[in-house]
């Protein structure tokens, strides 16, 4: 469970005062290890979930800023499905699209090409849900404020940097591989520690997973109520 954030200037503190290091780190390396490593833990919790709202212009319209994963896309308070990139869903040309629905009564679709959304509705407004890596005023990566992903992060950086001493043949391969090992534990540590259900969480799940009658079309009423308790009218 994910509570805070902290600088990645915490991370260049550590690893001065953990390695003993007395020659300067270069910042712009160690911010962009510390993005890999967030981006290699990759747990849910970590990233920011965001909700704009964005204008079709013929049938697309770029993803946002900073946009990461893609959560849910909504028109008119229902969900909008995904489709492939086939004739099917060719939305640019009409006599090439292969028409399945002619009632006018048609679930709307999408897909992602290009950074871009590409949608079968046109010049209208959606509503999207998507998951964005949390960064600093100064457009750096912030790091969760939790012992592991502390631990993980700085451990990402150490093997990167003594991976590079390594290559150079300045280091051996006991001290490198020990680094690597490091590393390796405290990711998996970090993601399993973000990933741990509160007993919130644990609630919703046993509400979701306990169940006569499961619940198998909750996506298209955009997930309401799924975690409720089952009532068992028993006459």
């Known amino acids: 469970m994910i509570q805070g954030k902290l600088s990645v200037n915490y991370i260049i503190a550590k690893l001065y005062r953990d390695l ?3 020659s300067e780190i270069s910042e712009s390396d160690v911010i962009e290890w510390v993005g890999e ?12 979930t965001k909700i704009e709202k964005l204008t079709l212009e013929n049938y697309k319209v770029k993803l946002p800023c900073g946009f990461y994963k893609l959560y849910n896309i909504n028109y008119g308070n229902q969900p909008i499905y995904y489709s492939g990139k086939s004739l099917i869903n060719n939305y640019f040309c009409d006599d090439c699209q292969i028409q399945l629905c002619t009632s006018g009564n048609c679930n709307q679709t999408f897909y992602l090409n290009d950074s871009y959304i590409v949608s079968s ?18 457009g750096s990566p912030t790091i969760p404020d939790d012992v592991y992903y502390m631990k993980a992060c700085t451990a990402y950086v150490t093997k990167m940097i003594d991976y590079r001493m390594w290559r150079k043949g300045s280091i051996p391969d006991k001290v490198f591989q020990h680094s690597e090992k490091e590393w390796d534990w405290y990711c998996a540590a970090a993601k399993g520690a973000a990933n741990m259900p509160d007993t919130q969480k644990l609630e919703n799940l046993k509400n979701i997973l306990i169940r006569l009658i499961p619940k198998q079309n909750s996506f298209s009423g955009n997930f309401q109520n799924l975690t409720s308790p089952e009532a068992k009218k028993i006459q």
Do not use: H, R, T
């Open 121 to 138: 509705l046109k010049d209208q407004e959606i509503c999207i849900q998507y998951m964005s890596i949390p960064v600093d005023e100064n």
């Open 37 to 48: 490593s967030l981006l290699f833990i990759g747990a849910f919790d970590q990233f920011e």
């Open 20 to 22: 003993g290091i007395n």
